[in-house]
């Protein structure tokens, strides 16, 4: 059973930057897809960034486009996501997830992804 557990939320001011990471265990997560996604108070959950597993295929989100980047390490079984340039509006619980229907392209749409780490917060305010 594979289990995601993300890391590296904070308290950030605006035009900051984190690093979130999301370590896999269980299984590997060579061979699918990735994705994160976030949650702000009182809004549904939205996709971000999303990879295939062979880390050619890229998706992100409008919002975000230009300065969040996704990316993997599969050596590690880990997914990462750096932000840059926070504003206020990235507030939220950031999720990484794993679609293991998918492997040479990336969807951010939350019913594809069956595994889901439990969140880590990321507050952008000064």
């Known amino acids: 059973q594979l289990q995601l557990v993300e890391s590296g939320g904070g308290l950030v001011q605006p035009g900051g930057s984190l690093r979130l990471a999301c370590a896999a265990s269980?299984?590997?997560?060579?061979?699918?897809?990735i994705g994160w996604f976030r949650q702000a108070p009182g809004k549904e959950r939205e996709g971000v960034a999303c990879?295939?597993?062979?880390?050619?295929?890229?998706n992100y989100a409008d919002s975000v486009k230009g300065r969040f980047t996704i990316s993997r390490d599969n050596a590690k079984n880990t997914m990462y996501l750096q932000l840059a340039d926070l504003k206020p509006e990235d507030t939220a619980v950031y999720s990484c997830?794993?679609?293991?229907?998918?492997?040479?392209?990336?969807?951010?749409?939350?019913?594809?992804?069956?595994?889901w780490g439990q969140g880590t917060q990321v507050t952008v305010d000064s």
């Open positions: 269980g299984s590997t997560l060579d061979y699918n897809a």
């Open positions: 997830a794993v679609d293991v229907r998918t492997i040479y392209s990336c969807q951010m749409i939350r019913s594809r992804y069956a595994y």
């Open positions: 990879m295939s597993s062979t880390g050619d295929h890229t």
